[in-house]
């Protein structure tokens, strides 16, 4: 198995290029992140090419934080804030090689909200398309984002069949999965076809995969016997020190 090291939540105690350095040291065989805008991209790049790593994934801003803003592809009426943030995403995973941006929806809901989540999803994948970059649409869970457009993989598979780009996939979390659907899976062999890249955090509290009620041991294996290749995104909160919580790596022996 290959592990990308989600640099969103681990390492997050030093600045990105040496959170890129040390997932380096600790063995991961890429790096993804959240919004890594703030850090110039010249450094970014310095830290991959420096340490071999690819960054896989990006995702667009979220909005105005401080009014609780999670994503604005959803929002009827932001569609210019929304294709600005797309275009900057895809701008800074262009100039560091990263092969997908995560477009994030935002709180909303109804006909318009479909409406202008399907447009700008097809913005985004046509402007994504000349770089070779993947779209990804992730549905994140009610309790962590009550309220957020999409939450389950129904519902994500129907956006991706309505925009009908090949270049549009499903971001798998299985954290979130497992708290809105269960059944993974089983929902992950139905999906696969769709399945961009996957993610995995311990369940229910976001902790390290080795703890929580999602065996991990099991899932990998399933991951691999369906023949995925491409690394697995560590998305977990360490509460701590990220290298006093690698022993999970064991799980894949
Ligand atoms: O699962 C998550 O929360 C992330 O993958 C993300 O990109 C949105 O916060
Ligand atoms: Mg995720």
Not at 25 to 49: I, M, N, Q, S, T
Not at 119 to 132: I, R, T, W
Request: charged content about 20%; overall charge negative.
């Amino acid at each position: 198995m290959k592990f990308s090291a989600n640099l969103g939540f681990l390492w997050t105690d030093r600045p990105l290029p040496d959170a890129i350095r040390a997932a380096k040291a600790a063995g991961f065989d890429a790096v993804e992140c959240h919004w890594p805008y703030e850090v110039p991209v010249e450094a970014v790049r310095a830290a991959l090419e420096e340490t071999g790593l690819p960054m896989l994934g990006l995702n667009t801003r979220r909005g105005d934080t401080d009014a609780g803003e999670n994503g604005l592809a959803a929002l009827p009426g932001r569609e210019v804030d929304a294709r600005a943030a797309i275009d900057e995403a895809i701008a800074y995973a262009a100039a560091i090689g990263a092969a997908c941006v995560h477009v994030m929806a935002g709180f909303a809901k109804g006909p318009e909200a479909d409406a202008v989540f399907v447009e700008n999803l097809s913005y985004a994948c046509k402007a994504a398309h000349g770089h070779g970059i993947t779209v990804l649409i992730e549905p994140l869970n009610h309790y962590d984002a009550p309220g957020y457009y999409l939450a389950t993989t129904s519902h994500a598979r129907a956006v991706i069949e309505a925009v009908g780009a090949p270049n549009l996939k499903l971001m798998f979390d299985c954290y979130h999965v497992q708290l809105m659907e269960g059944d993974l899976t089983n929902r992950l062999k139905g999906l696969l076809p769709i399945v961009g890249h996957i993610q995995f955090a311990g369940v229910p509290d976001r902790g390290a995969p080795d703890r929580g009620e999602v065996n991990y041991a099991h899932m990998f294996k399933v991951i691999d016997a369906l023949g995925w290749t491409a690394p697995l995104g560590a998305e977990y909160k360490p509460g701590g020190p990220t290298e006093d919580t690698l022993g999970w790596f064991t799980l894949t022996r």
